[in-house]
């Protein structure tokens, strides 16, 4: 059992990992990286002031503040790509996920797809595919394959209305059969 459990390391270590599954691509398979496109309203002020707080101890996490002044064209071609209608900043991309504005809800959101693309071993930082004008297709599965929302609680809520329902039924049967 020894020995089997050493060649079975053993292959895991030192065979190529494409044979699992894993996908090593694009530019920076180590780190995340968040995109940053800013102007100087105070919403882009106050959004890197935290970002630059919250990152401070994240050794894997990379960011890139890009001012909408100075890359208009590629603010533009990251919009149409992910399909975003309004022209707000600050506009903060990880992988394929956005974030238009800044507020609380945008702190929480941005935290949990983080976390998301920490817990991944494969990636894609898109705004450098499109930056160096690569094909997107790719990243955009791979990253559509890490973060998901969770709208499973109105399901759960209703299951569990359901049940309640059906318990409430069923005790209106009892109490009328004793009476």
């Known amino acids: 059992m020894k020995k089997f459990l050493i060649i079975?390391?053993?292959?895991?270590?030192?065979?190529?990992?494409?044979?699992?599954?894993?996908?090593?691509?694009?530019t920076d398979t180590s780190k995340v990286r968040i995109n940053f496109f800013y102007n100087d309203n105070k919403?882009?002020?106050?959004?890197?002031?935290?970002l630059d707080t919250y990152l401070e101890d994240k050794d894997?996490?990379?960011?890139?503040?890009?001012?909408?002044?100075?890359?208009?064209?590629?603010?533009?071609?990251?919009?149409?790509?992910?399909?975003?209608?309004?022209?707000?900043?600050p506009l903060i991309v990880i992988g394929s996920n956005y974030?238009?504005?800044?507020?609380?809800?945008?702190?929480?959101?941005?935290?949990?797809?983080l976390k998301s693309y920490q817990d991944s071993d494969k990636q894609c930082n898109l705004i450098s595919k499109i930056r160096n004008n690569k094909d997107i297709k790719e990243c955009l599965e791979i990253n559509s394959n890490i973060y998901k929302e969770d709208n499973h609680i109105v399901i759960y809520?209703?299951?569990?209305?359901?049940?309640i329902t059906t318990i409430l039924i069923i005790?209106?049967?009892?109490?009328k059969r004793k009476k």
């Open 60 to 89: 894997d996490v990379t960011k890139e503040y890009i001012s909408i002044n100075d890359n208009k064209e590629l603010y533009n071609k990251v919009k149409e790509i992910l399909n975003i209608k309004k022209d707000n900043v």
């Open 171 to 175: 005790l209106k049967i009892v109490v």
């Open 8 to 26: 079975l390391l053993f292959i895991i270590i030192f065979y190529p990992s494409s044979v699992f599954g894993v996908v090593t691509n694009a």
């Open 157 to 163: 809520l209703l299951i569990i209305l359901i049940l």
């Open 99 to 113: 974030f238009i504005g800044f507020n609380e809800k945008t702190k929480d959101k941005v935290k949990s797809v």
């Open 43 to 50: 919403e882009s002020l106050e959004g890197r002031d935290w």
